[in-house]
């Protein structure tokens, strides 16, 4: 016969396995398991029965128990709808693919009538007509580059430019104000070279010797400046634009005498040239100190219609005792 004590050990692991397993399943089978747990456990077995552990419930009792208590509370479906809405949403078809493509892009998708055909066939050779006069208007484009040029926006003048010089490559205007525009935007290089590459078309032309040694005095570069006037002179011997920027680079170099020289030099082909009097009479009055001749140069200019007469007219007086 077994010892009581290996029943009461069986009845032990029998009880905590059916208490871990119905705890897991339902908390109401776990509480009715506790119940027959106590009430097994207070009848102490006698010597002469042998003790039987209880059994864990039937699945069939787990499954009514989960009936009548769920132990969690279902949540309602979000893909489910009422029946209006499903009646509304199967009432209203969308309408085929192509339709909606016509009536957004009809002249893609859709089948365009002869007249509209036509119109825009008319529409398009109009355009490209209107487009082949703007491009060969050199009129056009230099206009429109000096605009830019007034409102300083500089590049946008640059594409002009060279749109005008395009169609008309012989323009000294066109070059000329191109340099200038290239300079003014900081790019003295490409400016020095419009002159250079538009040279074979300026032969012998001493306007052109004048414009570019124009360029290198408003770059301050006197050296280059000179030669470019000397060139100028050599084509125009009697040039009195290319003398008298000779004689303001010598102004700039300090040498006075040899810019009064220039400046006489221009008055002798053209006595009404004003800049020529105008610098002959700065010369005579702040450095070679002669105010009888820096007065006559300065009336001289006044009658000559020089832009800066206002200012003139106060140096004539302050010349005066």
Known sequence: MDHPDHFTRARACACACARAFSCHLCPRIHNSWRKIHRGSASTSPKASEKPIAALPPSSQEIQKSAREEPAFIPIPSLKKGTKDQKEATSTVPLPPVADVQKALFPRLYGKPSPEAIKEEKETITRYIDRKKIVTDNFAFHLDKARQYREAKIYNAAILEYLDALKVSPESLDAVSELAEMY?????????????TNAKNHFPQNAKFYLRWGNLFLSMDKLDEAAEKYQEALYYSPQYTSALNNLGIIEMKRKN???????????????PAFASAHLNLGIIYSDHLKDPAKAAEHFEAYL?????RADEVRQWLKNLKP
């Open 183 to 195: 300079r003014l935007a900081g790019r003295e290089g490409r400016a020095v070279e419009v002159f």
């Open 256 to 270: 006075f005498a040899k810019a009064a020289d220039y400046f006489q030099t221009v008055l002798e082909t053209d």
């Open 303 to 307: 009658k000559a219609g020089g832009e």
